[in-house]
């Protein structure tokens, strides 16, 4: 699966869930949002990169909820969109946006500065730090890197709001060494009235590949 394959599907999502689903009837039934396309574009996600990384050691968890337990203190739970585990050691956790929407100054949120506590405390935790419970509720236990990012992969730079937000997010998270953004298309959203393919940003999206095999 290619660049422009991932944003295709993408843009078909988008389409298919302005659709009712539900059987044709007679009867007046219209739809006034979308359905979610969160879950598909997550499943996709992982394929797509699972694919591009090409590495049968690794393991993809897609929307886990997992614990961090932390010594002396509470422990704390977080759900990746995306975890990739080598070797029982969680070495990535990927956050999937379709935009920021109205998270278009996320950076200056209280939300992303407990982020940043949590990520600081994760690459400081030592042997089994991190456990979830597969569906067959067996529990597993995990390492967790040093090197651990939270890596912030937005799908559209549209619907952010004015482009200086982008522009000021970008900057922001460079100076910092616990997180990463990427904004993979432009021009149009992949949700837009005309069904117009968006523009591929390239170069995110080599950055992005780069950057999740320097961690693993």
């Given at each position: ?6 944003i ?26 979308n ?7 997550e ?12 590495d049968?050691?690794?393991?993809f ?19 990746p969109?995306?975890?990739?585990v ?14 920021m ?26 042997f089994e730090s ?16 040093s ?24 900057l ?45």
């Amino acid at each position: 699966m290619n660049n422009q394959e991932f944003i295709s599907h993408i843009c078909n999502y988008y389409k298919e869930s302005r659709e009712l689903k539900i059987p044709d009837n007679p009867y007046k039934i219209w739809r006034g949002v979308n359905h979610s396309i969160s879950s598909k574009s997550e499943d996709l996600f992982a394929l797509f990169i699972a694919k591009r990384l090409n590495d049968s050691t690794l393991e993809f968890i897609v929307d886990k909820t997992m614990t961090c337990k932390i010594s002396g203190g509470k422990s704390i739970q977080f759900r990746p969109d995306l975890a990739i585990v080598e070797n029982g050691v969680l070495t990535h956790s990927i956050d999937l946006k379709m935009d920021m929407g109205y998270k278009r100054r996320y950076f200056e949120t209280e939300a992303f500065e407990n982020l940043q506590k949590r990520f600081n405390i994760f690459r400081k935790q030592s042997f089994e730090s991190v456990s979830y419970k597969k569906n067959d509720n067996t529990k597993i236990y995990l390492d967790v890197s040093s090197k651990i990012k939270n890596q912030i992969v937005v799908i559209s730079e549209k619907n952010g709001g004015k482009s200086s937000n982008r522009r000021d997010m970008i900057l922001d998270i460079s100076k910092r060494d616990w997180v990463d953004i990427y904004y993979l298309t432009g021009v149009v959203h992949p949700n837009n009235a005309s069904n117009k393919s968006p523009r591929l940003n390239v170069e995110e999206f080599d950055r992005l590949i780069k950057d999740i095999r320097v961690l693993v």
